[in-house]
């Protein structure tokens, strides 16, 4: 099974500062198709996870561009680039390539 | 609008199986697989398996292997998900979400339903 490694699992911000999240799979996301299947989601306290990424960098419908996606292979980062209080959460990565798995999550918090 | 809307908690003793559905609105119901999650209580997320309303036809995760059943009710535009043999450690929310394939790449969980919750207690 491909095994996906989030870091840091906790990360307190400051509002207003950017804040990055490494995802770092077991085995290279290049599918046979030649697409990266690597989603990023946010879940709130309480709400059901909101995919914000697909394959790496492209931003779902709705999703601020202070969110952002990038990698390739077998490391990949999602970034916020100014933090806001509504970006307080839990934050995946989730591979498709290799059936699915997800990360183990990353908390958000303002400190 | 496009929703899953999911079936509501659950209550079950070990050894009991449960039922879960996922009703679809807003789309064309055979052109979309259904995955299911899990989430146990402050814990991540677990992929459980997925489905083809089309034909019927399903993947599990190795670790659900004869304990789960995902089946479709065309009918309906509902998806179900069963499972048995039911233990503390199931304990968890689950959620449906779907999936379109594209000639080619994969558009996947891009909508979620609300969670089920069902809790294993004696």
């Not at chain 2, 003793?13 to 299911?36: D, E, I």
Request: a positive charge; aromatic letters at 12%.
């Amino acid at each position: 099974d491909v095994v996906m490694t989030q870091s840091p699992l906790s990360l307190p911000v400051t509002l207003g500062q950017p804040a990055s999240i490494s995802c770092r799979s077991s085995q290279s996301l290049v599918h046979s198709d030649g697409n990266t299947y690597l989603n990023w989601f946010q879940q709130r306290p309480g709400q059901s996870p909101r995919r914000l990424i697909y394959k790496v960098s492209n931003r779902d419908s709705g999703v601020p561009d202070r969110f952002s996606g990038s990698g390739s292979g077998t490391d990949f980062t999602l970034k916020i680039s100014r933090v806001e209080a509504e970006d307080v959460g839990v934050y995946y990565c989730m591979q498709g390539t290799h059936s699915w798995t997800f990360g183990q999550g990353t908390k958000v918090e303002i400190k | 609008q496009v929703q899953l809307v999911q079936s509501g908690a659950e209550v079950k003793k070990p050894g009991a199986s449960v039922k879960v559905s996922c009703k679809a609105s807003g789309y064309t119901f055979t052109s979309y697989y259904m995955h299911w999650v899990r989430q146990a209580p402050g814990q991540g997320l677990e992929w459980m398996g997925i489905i083809n309303p089309s034909g019927g036809s399903t993947s599990y995760a190795q670790k659900f292997q004869g304990r789960v059943t995902m089946t479709r009710d065309t009918s309906t535009s509902t998806v179900y998900m069963e499972l048995s043999s039911l233990r503390s450690e199931d304990t968890a929310v689950y959620y449906c979400a779907r999936e379109l394939r594209y000639f080619d790449w994969l558009d996947a969980f891009d909508i979620w339903g609300q969670g089920t919750m069902v809790t294993v207690s004696s």
